[in-house]
């Protein structure tokens, strides 16, 4: 079964300093999407991406938050500034176009810990 | 927009036992629901969805849902639970045409030996 692929598994950074996470959406989906979790709180809608731009932003989504995708299979978070309050379990999801029935395919996520 | 609750933050069932974890969701029209599991550390796992059809549904791992339209419910059940099921178990609600998928806060099943 096609999958969702999320790099790294876990990343440490430095408070103050730039992240990447990478995701590799299954290849037919056109919807692409990121949540985030915080250490045993609920998870949480961040951003959704379609036809190379955002779609809709949570709140939680500021100008730190940034989504691209670069090559036409990644798909990327970038946080410019990491905060402590950063650290959480982030998630990657894809979904194919009009397939609202199937729900999202979720990665296995990105333990993100900020120090 | 649509929203879910789930009542019950922590469960412990014994192994063995039947389990059911309540869903109650919010939404204009017809929804969308999914229950997924999350083993500690781990991702997210479709257990099963109900998007029409017969209101209960069959999914992975042994478990079942059944929705109710009268009680805007979608509870999950199985009855004979493993210790391998220990986890967390969110329930969402999707629309027709994807968007707005929300998850629940979560409910925590323990199992005893």
């Known amino acids: 079964e096609p999958e969702v692929t999320q790099t790294p598994s876990h990343q440490v950074t430095q408070m103050g300093q730039e992240v990447i996470l990478r995701c590799v959406p299954i290849s037919n989906h056109l919807y692409f999407y990121w949540y985030r979790q915080i250490l045993g709180q609920k998870v949480e809608f961040l951003?959704?991406?379609y036809?190379?731009?955002i779609s809709e932003k949570s709140e939680i989504f500021d100008d730190q938050?940034?989504?691209e995708r670069p090559d036409g299979s990644n798909f990327t978070l970038k946080i410019r500034s990491t905060k402590l309050e950063d650290s959480a379990m982030y998630f990657c999801a894809s979904r194919a176009p009009g397939q609202g029935r199937n729900g999202y395919t979720f990665g296995s996520g990105t333990r993100l810990t900020v120090v | 927009a649509q929203s879910v609750t789930q009542p019950d933050i922590h469960i412990t069932v014994s192994e063995g036992a039947s389990l059911e974890l309540r869903c109650n969701y919010s939404y204009g029209a017809t929804p969308y629901l999914f229950w997924y599991v999350q083993s500690p550390g781990q991702g997210l796992q479709l257990l099963l969805k109900y998007f029409s059809g017969d209101t209960l549904v069959q999914g992975i791992k042994g478990f079942e849902a059944e929705f109710k339209r009268s009680q805007s419910s979608f509870n999950l059940r199985k009855p004979s639970v493993h210790w391998s099921d220990a986890a967390?178990?969110?329930?969402a609600v999707g629309t027709y045409y994807g968007?707005?998928?929300?998850?629940?806060?979560?409910t925590r099943l323990s199992v005893l030996p």
């Open chain 1, 47 to 49: 951003v959704s991406f």
């Open chain 1, 51 to 53: 036809n190379n731009e």
């Open chain 1, 65 to 67: 938050f940034s989504v």
């Open chain 2, 88 to 91: 967390e178990y969110f329930c």
């Open chain 2, 99 to 106: 968007q707005n998928f929300v998850f629940g806060p979560g």
